[in-house]
């Protein structure tokens, strides 16, 4: 199975400030076929289900706020989110969906500072 | 509007089955891959099992397989997970989700149902 380690498990952030999550996956999630990366973000808030956010590592999903972005390509990605807001209040999640198993990451919560 | 209603959860004992139910709507329910992903309580996801969508394989993870089966009944777009030999650690809340690409399994999970609680206690 692929291991996704995401980092920090918990950030503080002022609001309108950057914050930055990083994923690191055990093995690369770069299909070479269409050299696409098969990684996703989601958000969830508390007493909801998961949100996606991010699919193929950058591409946000529809409706979803640009200041919302991620980078990254093979094993190490970044979700970020460009000036936070009181809204952005969450637990962010990467997931591989590489393999046939698809994995998540441990989770990182972000609060405000 | 696409949607996704998950039932059947409850309280059961250890070595006690449960049969959850994923009842969707607002897409063909054939084409899609649909799954399971789990969160116990406090804690993060974890993918369960999933249904591939137009060739219906079936997918488990290490820590279910033998003990859930995952099946759907394509005439009440309906996706199942038949939980037997249930243990402690298998109490969550269960979450039925959408894979975002037709006929493809490798996809994120685009939409998510409210989830279905399953609690494992004697």
Do not use: H
Not at chain 2, 59 to 76: E, P, Q
């Amino acid at each position: 199975d692929i291991v996704m380690t995401q980092s920090p498990d918990s950030l503080a952030v002022s609001l309108g400030e950057r914050a930055t999550i990083n994923c690191k996956s055990s093995q690369s999630v770069l299909y070479s076929s269409n050299n696409k990366n098969y990684l996703a973000w989601y958000q969830q808030k508390p007493g909801q289900p998961p949100k996606l956010l991010i699919s193929w590592a950058s591409t946000r999903e529809s409706g979803v706020p640009d200041r919302f972005s991620g980078s990254g390509s093979g094993t190490d990605f970044t979700l970020s989110i460009s000036s936070l807001q009181a809204e952005d209040v969450a637990v962010y999640y990467c997931q591989q969906y590489c393999s046939t198993l698809p994995t998540f990451g441990q989770g990182t919560k972000v609060e405000i500072k | 509007e696409v949607q996704l209603l998950e039932s059947g959860g409850g309280l059961v004992q250890p070595g006690g089955s449960l049969r959850l139910s994923c009842a969707t709507s607002g897409f063909t329910f054939s084409t899609y891959a649909i799954n399971w992903v789990r969160q116990a309580p406090g804690k993060g996801l974890e993918w369960v099992s999933g249904f591939g969508g137009s060739g219906g394989s079936t997918y488990y993870a290490d820590s279910v397989k033998g003990r859930f089966t995952i099946s759907r009944d394509t005439s009440k777009n309906t996706l199942y997970l038949q939980m037997n030999s249930l243990r402690a650690e298998d109490t969550a809340l269960y979450y039925c989700a959408k894979g975002a690409l037709v006929s493809f399994w490798r996809a994120a999970f685009d939409i998510w149902g409210q989830g279905t609680m399953v609690t494992v206690s004697s």
